[in-house]
């Protein structure tokens, strides 16, 4: 069952359509990519989808009664100084009214232990506030919670810090929790994999996975649509097509399609051909009317478009100058800023071409130690770099850009020798025309990274330093770029999140940690494959590790686990008695056996609440 359909949707920008026609649905539980190059129309159909922006043309269909969520990029105001936990907790308001009701009720009970007809009424009331409490998840409303930002990689103590405190990416991620907690009948996420880390991705993709409502996705990670996709949406030239399965199968059946496509293509285009010559040679002779005849079909006729004419980037990386053997060596590096050592330990060799990816947590100082091996900012210990090496650097934040230069103009201060050559450059990259003279300053992030490639194309340097290269850039500008770097005889270290990158680029991966590199010589795959320990296996190690007294006290600590567990459940078996109870004629027409056990209630609760504490604080 569709519970979305969209029909003959159109959007004009700019005084033209930007796209037109478009016409899909989504179906219960299915898991939708929407794909396009940069600057195609994604988020604007998304924007229309959520009613943000209106639309020209077409219709579009939701089901009734559904719950749909989407992830806010921006935050209200007022809302800087909430808690997280409040503001996740808006998401839950059905609940904390049923749990306000179920409470008015527990108190008006005790009041009315003098009236057995009203108090009657109030248990009646207080059993429907509870069932629908319960009905709704209130008991497992925190649990959910922690569940969602522990996940995406909060703490328990962030919960209670005002939103303000928070940095832009990790808004973007509470606000993606949010969307997550009610898990509504319909998600719509555009690029909701930005910001987060390779644990918090792969929880994500877990959770999507196994995630009962529908789901469309902008997303430019190959790895994640893979991974959670069923079918891909892909803009082409202002039309949408539709191919069923996840990314790689879709990049494989995408191109025979479009082959067969282009053969009816070009079969049309000879038949009109045909027909015109017909017209214009018959169009004054006796033969008039046929060709009146014919000119009326060809204005029916629905054209067909050809397809796969998007241009793609086509780049080469080369080097100028072969560097020597061993291009770098780190070795005790210890790093920080404003007095916080972020890494210390950190040792490194990378032999010429060799392809090393760098990962790790969010703010453990990945980009820090690019910018110490550029020696741009103060460190501890040594940086050796190889005979000949010369470093290009690609910056996440474009900050080696001037704001008030043109592209053009960039690469004339990089030495471009006259404006051909550095028009050239520019249109391998995907500058053309008129674009070359746009200042950087009014560049989306998508063409800053082009210009930052274009810069690096003219330097030819020997060793390539890259910070989350592909940030920014659609999948097809991904994949010139990973072909251009598999090209590339230097050697290249490189920051990335990207999996798909990540798996196709780096022969060795290490991963930055407080204390130093762990590295893994096989690549993202062995990484993973460590990622995939059960609980079971890590318990066991751990055990393995621990010294004598380490182990007892894992012991005592699981013991007092099942004692506390097992404790909770007697509680709660008594606490469904006492409910019972309390609807019995012979307890609520008694006022004085009903306060007794209204009172043996509130000890229970209370006991449980304690039970609760102890148990978190155990599993901690």
């Known amino acids: 069952m569709a519970v979305l359909r969209v029909e003959q949707l159109g959007k004009v920008y700019s005084g033209e359509f930007l796209w037109r026609n478009i016409s899909f649905s989504l179906e219960q539980g299915e898991k939708v990519g929407l794909l396009g190059p940069n600057g195609c129309g994604k988020s604007t159909l998304i924007k229309a989808l959520l009613g943000a922006i209106d639309y020209d043309e077409g219709y579009i269909y939701f089901s009734k009664n559904l719950r749909m969520a989407t992830v806010s ?45 009203a108090l009657h009424d109030a248990i009646h009331s207080f059993t429907q506030a509870r069932e629908r409490y319960e009905q709704l998840g209130g008991y497992v409303m925190e649990a959910k919670i922690k569940e969602v930002i522990f996940g995406l990689g909060f703490v328990e103590e962030d919960l209670h810090r005002p939103l303000g405190t928070f940095s832009g990416g990790q808004k973007t991620r509470i606000s993606l929790s949010r969307s997550l907690l009610r898990e509504p009948d319909i998600l719509i996420l555009d690029e909701p994999n930005n910001y987060l ?146 890494f210390s330990g950190v040792n490194l060799e990378v032999l010429r071409a060799e392809r090393v990816g760098i990962i790790g947590a969010n703010g453990c100082g990945k980009t820090t130690l690019l910018q110490v091996i550029r020696e741009k900012i103060p460190y501890q210990g040594s940086v050796a770099l190889g005979v000949h090496v010369k470093i290009g650097y690609f910056s996440q934040e474009h900050e080696t850009l001037f704001d008030d230069l043109s592209v053009l103009d960039t690469l004339m201060e990089e030495g471009a020798k006259d404006f051909q050559e550095a028009r050239e450059i520019l249109a391998k990259v995907g500058f053309h025309h008129e674009e070359v003279d746009k200042k950087c300053k009014a560049l989306s992030g998508g063409e800053k990274s082009r210009l930052v490639m274009a810069i690096l194309l003219f330097q030819k340097p020997n060793v390539l330093l890259l910070d989350e290269p592909t940030n920014h850039l659609d999948v097809y500008a991904r994949q010139a770029l990973e072909n251009a770097l598999e090209d590339y005889p230097g050697t290249l270290i490189f920051v990335s999140h990207d999996r798909y990158f990540l798996r196709k680029m780096a022969t060795r991966l290490v991963v930055l940690t407080p204390e130093g590199l762990q590295e893994f010589s096989e690549g993202l795959e062995q990484y993973l494959e460590s990622k995939k320990t059960t609980p079971q296996q890590e318990e066991s190690r751990d055990d393995e590790n621990k010294k004598p007294s380490d182990k007892k006290l894992e012991r005592v600590r699981k013991a007092k686990l099942g004692e506390i567990e097992r404790e909770i459940m007697t509680l709660e078996e008594e606490v469904e008695v006492i409910h019972q109870s309390l609807v019995q004629e012979e307890v609520y027409a008694d006022p004085l056996a009903c306060a007794r056990i209204n009172e043996e209630l509130e000890e229970k609760n209370r006991q449980l609440e304690q039970c609760f504490t102890v148990w978190e604080e155990l599993m901690d």
Do not use: C
Request: charged share 30%; net charge positive; glycine share 6%.
């Open 73 to 117: 990029q921006h935050l209200e105001t007022h809302q800087e100084k909430q808690s997280m936990r409040s503001y996740l907790l808006e998401m839950f308001a059905d609940i904390l009214l049923a749990k306000e009701a179920m409470d008015k009720q527990q108190e008006k009970m005790a009041s009315l232990q003098h009236n057995p007809d």
């Open 197 to 342: 880390d390779l644990d918090a991705l792969a929880w994500l993709e877990g959770f999507l996975k196994n995630y009962k409502g529908s789901v469309l996705v902008v997303s430019h990670d190959r790895y994640f649509l893979d991974a959670v996709i069923t079918r891909v949406l892909e803009f082409e030239q202002g039309h949408l097509y539709s191919y069923q399965g996840h990314y790689s199968q879709f990049m494989e059946k995408k191109q025979g399609i479009i082959e067969n496509h282009n053969k009816l293509f070009a079969k049309q285009q000879e038949k009109i051909a045909q027909t015109e010559a017909y017209i214009q040679k018959y169009k004054a002779g006796i033969k008039s009317k046929q060709a009146r005849g014919r000119q009326s079909q060809l204005g029916r006729l629905e054209r067909m478009v050809k397809r796969g004419e998007t241009q793609y980037l086509s780049l080469k990386v080369d080097q100028e100058v072969s560097s020597g053997k061993k291009a770098l060596v780190l070795k005790n590096i210890v790093a920080g800023y404003d007095g916080k050592t972020l």
